[in-house]
């Protein structure tokens, strides 16, 4: 069975195009698919969205659940979500009051959350512990150093 047919099939749907590899189009509106490989950040954005709903209107797009109740379902290794697809934004400038509620709705959600999710950490290749892991430098590549000792 492919994501489409899966998708239909847990969220209830009729009908569901494919409009682009994010975006469907269902017979419930437009919707974006998320995909998650990090178990731990899909949990922490399930409960971030669950604490802030509170704020008086909806600014982040929905997440939709499954006809189960679930936030997200499986898929090959990874897990998937469907959210509303949002085509209009949010005046700022009509709305301080709204925003502010939600960005103290965030902030207090920050403060008061213990963080479970493992920062990812990118370092710099070190390119001499690189060097003697590639088979073959080209000449053109190698360190100056070495070129030019013989």
């Known amino acids: ?52 709903y509170l704020a008086p209107v909806m600014l982040a797009d929905r997440m939709i659940r499954t006809k189960d109740g679930d936030s997200f379902i499986p898929w090959n290794s990874s897990r998937v979500s469907v959210h509303d697809e949002i085509t209009q934004a949010f005046s700022q400038q009509e709305n301080g009051q709204v925003w502010g509620t939600l960005v103290g709705l965030m902030i207090r959600y920050g403060l008061e959350t213990k963080l479970e999710i493992k920062p990812v950490v990118n370092e710099e290749p070190d390119l001499m512990k690189l060097e003697k892991q590639i088979w073959r430098f080209p000449l053109a590549l190698q360190p100056s150093s070495q070129r030019y000792d013989s």
């Not at 069975?1 to 437009?30: C, F, P, R």
Request: charged fraction near 35%; proline fraction near 0%; include cysteine.
């Open 1 to 52: 069975m492919d994501l489409l047919e899966e998708l239909k099939q847990q969220y209830g749907w009729k009908n569901a195009v494919s409009l682009s590899e994010e975006i469907i189009e269902t017979d419930h509106g437009l919707k974006r698919i998320r995909f998650w490989e990090d178990q731990d950040l899909l949990d922490w954005h399930i409960n971030w969205r669950d604490h802030c």
